[in-house]
């Protein structure tokens, strides 16, 4: 069975800095675009970040700067480092895999998710 599951949500004050983690079993991820979203309260799910399986790397806009995707293929890892958080950086962080790196800001094109962790920034 495919699994993401995600963690290292939490509660942070602004400024401060999270690093996520989702570990992806079943099978190899190496090959897959993973990617991490996120859906505010009220909001649509955004991209945050996304990495190829050759190192190819976007960023949303609202994170740009402030975030660093990073993964570990041998471990079936990937990560999220945020730093200087912002209240508006709030929502449920979801990590996303998908076979090919086109589309890859289009929520509907991955085809695995986890769960999702909480972030709450606090001002």
């Known amino acids: 069975q495919v699994r993401l599951v995600e963690s290292g949500g939490g509660l942070v004050q602004a400024g401060g800095s999270l690093r996520l983690s989702c570990a992806a079993s079943g099978r190899s991820f190496s090959k897959d675009v993973m990617a991490w979203f996120r859906q505010g309260p009220g909001l649509e799910r955004e991209v945050v970040a996304v990495?190829?399986?050759?190192?190819?790397?976007y960023y949303g806009n609202p994170v740009r700067g402030r975030c660093t995707i990073s993964r570990d293929n041998a471990k079936n890892m990937v990560l999220l480092e945020m730093n200087n958080l912002k209240p508006e950086d709030t929502a449920v962080y979801y990590c996303?895999?998908?076979?090919?790196?086109?589309?890859?800001?289009?929520?509907?094109?991955?085809?695995?998710w986890g769960q999702g962790t909480q972030v709450t920034v606090s001002s």
């Open positions: 990495k190829s399986w050759n190192g190819g790397t």
């Open positions: 996303a895999a998908k076979f090919d790196f086109q589309r890859y800001v289009e929520p509907k094109e991955y085809a695995y």
